[in-house]
């Protein structure tokens, strides 16, 4: 077990290139398992969910080879279609094995799947939908046991669910007939998985938009490139933000970070959008902004909440924020009072009045972007800060501690007990 510490005080300066998506890579490695042929993906991060995801694959009967960003996957020799309890709870995404396992074999057994805890996550959503397209699912305690030739159906989300989309697209692809879902998720992450879908011969449109129209249809090879990391490129520049810094993101897509950039404009910082950069300088002390309230893409997206409040805890009057997406989504409050942050809570809604000096403290992640939001005030603070629970940012920022230090911050890694 290791522990982040960080130096804070320095101002966040320089270029970084932004790394692959993790939310994207886990979906498309669950959609190489309809592939006739196998697939290349390149840009991928190198996250121990990513690694999670290999050795599901792997279990399963895949080939998977690994070189530098890049992974290859031969889904020729699968031959099991179930996959244990353990292996499910290593993160939420494993729920996305589902769809397409079930499509290709016909037959498959998961378990409820883990993940950061946000609060209730459940996932009768994808449920609901695979049946749905004709599966039949019985449920032993956590055991989801399913079984059933998928034909194309409607689907209507009453909640534009990010996975059930993603899970619901796979499984219609193995699907015979069309699939309609009706208020799919419109996160850019989805349409990166249907631009690899679309690469391996796939038929679906309305990419985009919230109804999307699948057409079942045999997958042949494909080779992709992740769509950079629009969560990982929020926190590196709420981080220069927090600090009074200057950053400049290569490999960005300004237009996946609308409700981000403009909230830290909205904050004092001057934000240069270019094509695949964006350049950010941020003011000595930021001012408050008005109500965040977190909603589905394209609103402002809940993973960027906890980053951006740690931004602002310095800045100029009271920040409300409002949580809409998950219940529990307030678990670093703790850690950023510990570092004298003045900040409220009261169900859904958090205020954030802005101090004028935070101090360095030690605290524990609980969640990848709660961690993130951590680090982001201790760089503020005055002094030594301490987060032990890396492993949580691990799951989704490719060498944190490093990254950071080639920005001018005083960031290490330190072995528990050390
Ligand atoms: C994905 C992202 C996660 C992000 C979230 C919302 C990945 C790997 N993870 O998670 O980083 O925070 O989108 O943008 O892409 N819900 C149900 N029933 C379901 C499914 C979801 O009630 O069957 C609820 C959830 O409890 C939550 C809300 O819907 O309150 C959003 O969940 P969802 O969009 O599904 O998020 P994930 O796909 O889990």
């Given amino acids: 077990m290791e522990r982040l510490v960080i130096q804070g005080g320095a101002r966040l300066k320089g270029a970084l290139r932004v790394q692959g998506a993790k939310n994207s890579v886990l979906p498309l490695l669950a959609a190489s398992v309809l592939l006739e042929e196998g697939c290349v993906l390149h840009n991928c991060p190198r996250l121990s969910d990513v690694d999670a995801a290999v050795e599901i694959l792997e279990y399963l009967g895949c080939r998977v080879t690994r070189e530098g960003h890049s992974i290859r996957v031969d889904p020729g020799g699968l031959t099991r279609n179930h996959i244990s309890r353990e292996k499910m709870q290593t993160m939420r995404s494993t729920i996305l094995f589902l769809g397409p396992l079930l499509a290709r074999t016909g037959s498959c057994s998961v378990y409820e799947p883990g ?89 679906i449109y309305g990419a985009g938009t919230s109804m999307l129209e699948i057409e079942g249809s045999a997958l042949r090879a494909a080779e992709h490139r992740v769509v950079p990391d629009r969560m990982e490129a929020a926190t590196f520049l709420t981080a220069a933000a927090g600090t009074g810094g200057e950053l400049l993101l290569t490999d960005a897509r300004p237009e996946h970070l609308t409700a981000v950039l403009q909230v830290l404009e909205a904050a004092g910082c001057r934000v240069e959008r270019g094509d695949g950069e964006i350049f950010l300088a941020a003011p000595r002390r930021l001012r408050a902004v008005p109500p965040i309230h977190t909603a589905p893409y394209p609103g402002f997206p809940t993973d960027a909440q906890a980053p951006m409040m740690a ?23 703790p850690g950023l009072r510990r570092l004298g942050a003045e900040i409220g809570t009261a169900g859904a809604l958090a205020a954030v009045t802005g101090v004028t000096r935070l101090r360095g403290a030690d605290m524990e992640a609980t969640d990848l972007r709660g961690g993130a939001a951590m680090a982001v005030a201790a760089l503020q603070a005055e002094g030594e800060s301490r987060i032990a629970g890396v492993h949580h940012m691990m799951r989704g920022y490719e060498n944190f501690a490093q990254r950071l230090r080639s920005l001018g911050c005083a960031v290490t890694l330190e072995a528990d007990g050390a």
């Fill in 311 to 333: 931004a602002l805890l310095r800045a100029d009057g009271v920040t409300v924020f409002d949580e809409t997406v998950f219940s529990d989504r307030y678990r670093h409050v």
């Fill in 115 to 203: 993940g950061c805890r946000l609060g209730a996550r459940p996932v009768d959503l994808h449920l609901m939908g695979l049946e749905a397209l004709g599966a039949e699912i019985t449920r032993e305690e956590d055991r989801l046991c399913c079984r059933g030739r998928l034909r194309g159906g409607r689907v209507v989300l009453p909640f534009p669910s990010v996975g059930a989309t993603e899970n619901l697209i796979l499984a219609a692809l193995g699907a015979a007939g069309t699939t309609t879902i009706y208020n799919a998720a419109r996160e850019p992450e989805i349409g990166d998985l249907i631009a690899f879908c679309r690469a391996a011969g796939a038929r």
